[in-house]
């Protein structure tokens, strides 16, 4: 009676000529590294093989029911008998979601680093201080002044930001107050029209302070209103350019050098799935979708409009804006597009001289057209690190926080047991000590527990969506 499977050059996926011997009637188990080749193995190999054999076995009318999978690259397998699989269940994985996340050890750090973190600027990488109401002048002045003509500037108290509630009471004491109106969320409301919020949903009051014509001899009048909306808005103010720039200032956090404020420090400002914390470009995601050039020239050895450019290439418009192009900057698009020097494929692609290149019309394409014609371009795109965070998720003044020199992107890139072994390095001040004490204690705890069960290879930053589902 044969005893064992025997398994001899296994090449399937990332297998590289694996032999092995599985006792038979007995439980084998296959661990190893994520993408060391398990389920390759077991799958796709073994069961693979013995699924194949037993339904060659069966006439070919049975057979066009069942579906049969590839044959496996392997020299030979022996002792195996019919084989059944049970089908593996994994969780949704959110592309948001990290191994940081999945284990709550990213929650413990957004609570350390919103408890004890230095704020440094963003701009300077230098710690920030509180900034006073001369300063928040001085800089609005000096923005104003970036202007050709007098500027019309509109001062506000950001009362409530990204809080659910209906804040009823709170818009009745303003009007008591004598402020007469309200932004909220983004749009302008009279404090004396009834006002209904959701109070499930999140939402944005900026009580309007001051409006008025910036113009010399009115500093007195902006200082003063600059104390009013922070003393609503427990030390921030927004200022706002009517039809410009708009900016928030704080009393409480600043640089001296350049004069860049940020928001006041929360947990959420190291939150990838808040607004308050994700970096506003790819929203948190860490990469964005774009056009790839490898993709949507499909046939780089022919011309682009004929049968070298995928979407578009039949689209008179593009034909006729690309030809206008081509003819102002002297490119011959008659000739296979690989044949064009880099600098006539780069203008084509990205634009130059007013042109705006078939990348930028491709994304207008994206924009304005049908869901389904949208679903067609995003064959032609491919996911790229996000150049705004450089693939940390976080806003610029979230991944300026710093706790004992580390920003929370930098701990959460480092493998398992490089980060434990950091953590234990870390030494409290008495201050530090009797706010997160217990948070480095969990941490360290969380973090030893993912060492001992042998993932301390892994990264709290890697995505979930790239772990084996063993």
Not at 27 to 32: A, D, E, M, S
Not at 85 to 92: D, L, Y
Not at 314 to 326: D, F, N
Not at 331 to 358: H, M, N, T, V
Request: glycine share 8%; proline share 5%; net charge neutral.
């Amino acid at each position: 009676m044969i005893k064992s499977i025997s398994v001899h050059g296994a090449r399937m996926h990332n297998l590289k000529n694996v032999s092995v011997e599985i006792p038979r009637n007995t439980l084998t188990v296959i661990t190893g590294l994520s993408g060391s080749g398990k389920s390759s193995l077991a799958f796709d190999t073994i069961y693979a093989e013995g699924q194949r054999r037993y339904v060659e076995t069966l006439s070919p009318y049975a057979r066009q029911f069942l579906d049969q999978m590839e044959r496996p690259e392997v020299d030979s397998i022996d002792g195996l008998s019919p084989a059944i699989s049970i089908e593996q269940k994994t969780t949704n994985r959110s592309p948001r979601s990290t191994v940081g996340t999945i284990t709550e050890i990213y929650d413990y750090l957004r609570l350390l680093w919103s408890s004890i973190g230095v704020p440094h600027c963003p701009n300077c990488a230098i710690p920030i201080r509180k900034q006073s109401t001369q300063q928040i002048l001085e800089q609005i002045l000096a923005l104003a002044a970036k202007e050709k003509d007098p500027t019309r500037i509109m001062i506000l108290a950001p009362v409530a930001r990204g809080r659910k509630g209906e804040y009823r009471k709170e818009l009745e004491k303003y009007a008591r107050a004598g402020f007469v109106r309200a932004r909220i969320d983004g749009t302008l409301r009279s404090l004396d029209e009834e006002i209904l919020l959701d109070k499930r949903k999140n939402h944005t009051i900026e009580v309007v302070v001051d409006r008025l014509l910036l113009k010399p001899g009115l500093e007195k009048r902006v200082e003063a209103s600059i104390e009013t909306a922070t003393k609503l808005a427990n030390g921030l103010v927004t200022v706002a350019l009517v039809g410009g720039e708009e900016r928030l200032y704080s009393q409480k956090l600043a640089c001296p050098d350049c004069g860049e404020s940020v928001p006041e420090i929360e947990p959420r400002s190291f939150s990838f799935n808040s607004p308050y914390g994700a970096c506003e470009a790819c929203h948190g995601l860490g990469s964005m979708w774009s056009f790839d050039p490898d993709k949507f020239i499909v046939d780089p050895e022919r011309p682009l409009f004929d049968g070298g450019l995928g979407p578009g290439g039949t689209s008179t418009l593009m034909q006729q804006a690309v030809g206008e192009a081509a003819r102002r900057l002297k490119i011959d698009i008659s000739r296979p597009f690989a044949e064009l020097d880099r600098k006539s494929r780069e203008a084509l692609l990205y634009g130059q001289a007013g042109w705006p290149g078939i990348v930028k019309l491709l994304e207008k394409a994206l924009d304005e057209y049908s869901d389904g014609y949208k679903e067609y371009l995003l064959e032609y795109m491919s996911a790229a690190v996000c150049e705004a965070c450089g693939g940390q998720r976080l806003r610029p003044s979230s991944l300026a926080v710093r706790v004992k020199g580390w920003s929370i992107a930098e701990f959460t890139a480092l493998p398992v047991v490089k980060a434990l072994a950091v953590s234990r390095e870390w030494i409290l001040t008495e201050r530090e000590a009797q706010v997160a004490a217990r948070i480095v204690e969990e941490i360290r705890n969380r973090l030893e527990f993912l060492t001992q069960v042998g993932l301390d290879y892994l990264s709290l930053d890697r995505s979930a969506a790239t772990l084996s589902g063993g």
